[in-house]
């Protein structure tokens, strides 16, 4: 569909029956307390206390209140939090600080995987059958695995891919209803649904089957035979049958994407390239035949045990380039109302320091950005601003007061999964407070 012909749904009031989600995950686990930052005096001098450096100049990761100014987030209702804190975001920040006072942005405060709602006594109980925790907490494939999963009861499955097993009917074309350009993690796994792996070029398959291999058309020929031959065991045949058929849909895939003249300028960043590859597959959406598509990008580099400050403050700027370019390009295509992308790490950080790093944390805050999102809020409960509150497990390690579970059976009721299958895609939904956390539209 041209734009001409979107613009002529919008006046006609037709709203497209399309919808993605996008996550973005920050591997190695993102320091949320350089991401949001204290900024009322009373809570930054205690964040300033805590992290050090600033303006003390002593050794430390503390950003300076002055280089907070022009980021300074202001909730759209003069929503009030714990002991009056108010937030400033990085500095390095200034497109989503816009995109959060034009309500496209809302902030998820210490989200993380949670068994069940814990106190902080619960936590330190011996009683593991009654308080039971996450796996193996502070490690980087456990915490990854809990994040993607939302359950320790099945590791196989990711909630994206979960999400993806309910869509698919909806899409003539399954195959392209669940997308990684990220790898191969388990969060797009479903029991049905696989996800379907692009390169930031569009589908991997191998180039030789469409130009001549070895400059010789009978190479490809031979190698395509190879890739198709049949026989062998019911094992063998299957695995042929997948290869053939990937094979197919990624040539198939392809054609579509080097005809399409639609080219967003998302940036030169990896994490901004991958965007761009997702931007042109929700451009396709049409030709391919969806209208439910759960897509995963990632950015890595956020393990900062040491040297926080300069590589972090850069990568949260590539951070804030990448997904304003990415809400600009669905603002371009009509769609901004109909794509939420956010996102996930492995764990937040520890609130003291070591040094000039932090250490492995639990909760952290996280964003949620598109038209359909109820942005310039904070959602959630704001941790106190100390290492010793019934907020934190030690050392300013947040015991998360949302779990993935809210935030998952949040975006699938957006995305329209029935409230009676929400617990296919959160089995533990249950015993949470609400399966709708408010920070998505009613559709």
Known sequence: ???????????????????????????????????????????????????????????????????????????????????????????????????????????????????????????????????????????????QSAWQTSTSADLRTGWGGRMADLAQSRNSNSMFTALSISGNGVFLRGQDSMPFRLSTKGALTPAALKYSAFGMPSASDALNQILRQSGGTAFQQDIVRINSRSVDYGLFLNEILEKSQYEPSIGGTALAQQLEVVAKMIDARQQVGVKRQVFMVSIGGFDHHGGLRGSHDALLGQLDNALDNFFAAMLGLGLSDNVTLFTASDFGRTLSVNGDGSDHGWGGHHFVLGGAVNGGRFFGTAPRTSIESDDQVGRGRLLPTISVDELSTTLAKWFGVPESELTSIAPNIGRFRSPDLGFMQSS
Do not use: W
């Open 1 to 143: 569909m041209d734009l001409a012909a979107i613009n002529e749904l919008a006046a006609a009031g037709v709203v497209e029956d399309y919808k993605a989600i996008v996550c973005v995950f920050l591997d190695g686990g993102n320091d949320h307390a350089n991401t949001l930052i204290p900024y009322d005096q009373d809570n930054y001098l205690l964040y300033q206390q805590l992290r050090g450096g600033g303006a003390n100049g002593e050794m430390g990761v503390a950003l300076t209140k002055e280089a907070l100014q022009s980021s300074v987030l202001f909730p759209n209702d003069e929503q009030q939090l714990t002991d009056g804190i108010q937030y400033a975001l990085a500095p390095t920040m200034p497109k989503l600080t816009s995109r959060f006072h034009q309500c496209n942005l809302a902030i998820l405060l210490n989200t993380g995987p949670l068994e069940t709602p814990l106190t902080k006594a619960q936590f330190l109980s011996d009683n593991r059958a009654s308080y039971p925790v996450p796996k193996k907490l502070f490690s980087h494939n456990d915490q």
